[in-house]
């Protein structure tokens, strides 16, 4: 089958994942508020056409924070892609190498920044969550530093994690944040 839109993606992962990660990953928390807001936003964005304009050499390329990319569009940090297929992050930090464009490094993956790094070439951030243990935080940059990683992507608004009530009913994040059912994170 072809996959030709999104929902095709998201319903063939519903049907191959179990259903704890296929929760996990589909969504949000506090009632999915910020999930369907978003889904809604970018249901409105819309493309100008341009008519019988010369299209020939079409320059898509960009800057951030002085990397040059191949378009404007980046991969956001994602915890824990091996749930999802076994080669996780390093399949995703393959194919942002090849699209040249940047992937940030969720703080939660799966693969390590130096399994990241060993896939080749490419410009990588790295998602940092300030922790209360300051020296696990330092030894993150470091560890980020060490790989090559370019910039440290501060997430600051997680003191606490939401209430992911799918994560909530399956009780699938107990196991990582030892405690159920709101998340401490900080």
Request: proline share 4%; charged share 20%; hydrophobic share 45%.
């Amino acid at each position: 089958m072809e996959i030709t839109n999104v929902s095709e993606y998201e319903a063939i992962a519903k049907q191959k994942l179990p259903k704890m990660i296929y929760d996990y990953f589909a969504s949000g928390a506090e009632d999915q508020w910020t999930f369907k807001e978003n889904k809604e936003a970018f249901s409105r964005i819309l493309f100008r056409p341009r008519i019988l304009i010369d299209v020939s050499t079409i320059d898509m390329t960009t800057t951030i924070l002085g990397f040059k990319i191949s378009m404007l569009i980046m991969i956001a940090p994602s915890a824990m892609q091996k749930m999802a297929h076994p080669a996780g992050e390093y399949a995703t930090a393959r194919a942002a190498s090849a699209a040249d464009t940047i992937m940030t490094l969720s703080s939660f993956a799966t693969t390590s920044v130096e399994e990241v790094a060993s896939t080749g070439p490419g410009t990588r951030f790295f998602q940092l969550y300030v922790l209360k243990d300051r020296n696990v935080v330092a030894q993150l940059v470091r560890g980020a530093e060490g790989a090559g990683f370019k910039a440290v992507v501060l997430t600051v608004d997680t003191p606490r994690l939401g209430r992911r009530e799918a994560d909530i009913k399956n009780r699938s994040l107990c196991i990582l944040f030892s405690s159920c059912p709101s998340y401490p994170h900080a």
